[in-house]
C-alpha cells in the first residue's frame, strides 16, 4: 500500500514512462499493413499494461480482496465514484475491446489511414501512439484519484491527539508559608 504522497507521484510518474512505451508499442504495429494486426497487438498491450498499472496503485482486485472490510468498501466506493472502469477489476479481452470501440473512431481512422501509401502508415502509427496515450493516461489519473482519497482517509484515522501533561499538585498549605 503507498504510504505518502512523494510516493504516489513516483508511482504516477513511473506509470506514464510505461504508458509511454506501450503507445510506442502500439504505433509501431499500427505502421505494419495488415489488417487486424494493429487491433490484436492493442489488446494485447492494453492486458499487460492496465493491470500493471493497478497493482503499482494498490488497486488489483487481489489487493482490494486483502483489505479489510472498510477499507475496501472506501476504496471500492472510491472506484464507482471516478467511474473507472478498469481499476479494480480482472482485465479481460472483451472489456478491452469495450473500451477500444468507445474509440471507435479514432480505430477506424487508424484502420483506414495505414492503407494510404507512405504517409498513411505514419497516420495510423500517430492515431494509434495517441489513442494508447490518452488511454493509459486516462487509467493513471482514476488510479491516482481513487490511491489519493484511500490515503487521505488513512492519514484522518490515525489523527495523534496530544494532551497536556498534568500539573503538579501543590498543598495549599505549602504556600501560605
Known amino acids: 500500500m503507498i504510504e505518502s504522497r512523494e510516493e504516489l507521484e513516483a508511482v504516477k510518474k513511473a506509470c506514464h514512462a510505461m504508458v509511454t512505451r506501450s503507445s510506442g508499442l502500439s504505433a509501431g504495429s499500427a505502421m505494419i499493413p495488415i489488417p487486424g494486426l494493429d487491433i490484436g497487438s492493442d489488446v494485447a498491450i492494453l492486458m499487460r499494461l492496465i493491470p500493471k498499472i493497478n497493482e503499482k496503485f494498490g488497486l488489483s482486485p487481489e489487493q482490494i480482496d486483502g483489505m479489510d472490510t472498510e477499507s475496501k468498501l472506501f476504496v471500492m466506493t472510491a472506484i464507482s465514484n471516478t467511474g473507472s472502469k478498469m ?5 479481460t479481452k472483451k472489456l478491452i475491446v469495450m473500451l477500444l470501440s468507445k474509440m471507435g473512431v479514432k480505430v477506424a481512422s487508424k ?18 501512439f495517441t489513442a494508447m496515450k490518452y488511454m493509459g493516461n486516462s487509467h493513471i489519473e482514476d488510479c491516482y484519484e481513487i490511491a489519493l482519497a484511500t490515503l487521505e482517509k488513512e492519514w484522518q484515522g ?10 503538579p499538585k501543590t ?3 505549602a504556600t501560605l508559608r
Open 87 to 91: 481499476a479494480g477489476k480482472y482485465i
Open 111 to 128: 484502420g483506414v489511414a495505414k492503407f494510404v501509401p507512405l504517409v498513411g502508415s505514419a497516420v495510423a502509427g500517430g492515431i494509434s
Open 158 to 167: 490515525q489523527e495523534i491527539i496530544i494532551e497536556p501533561e498534568p500539573q
Open 171 to 173: 498543598d495549599p498549605k
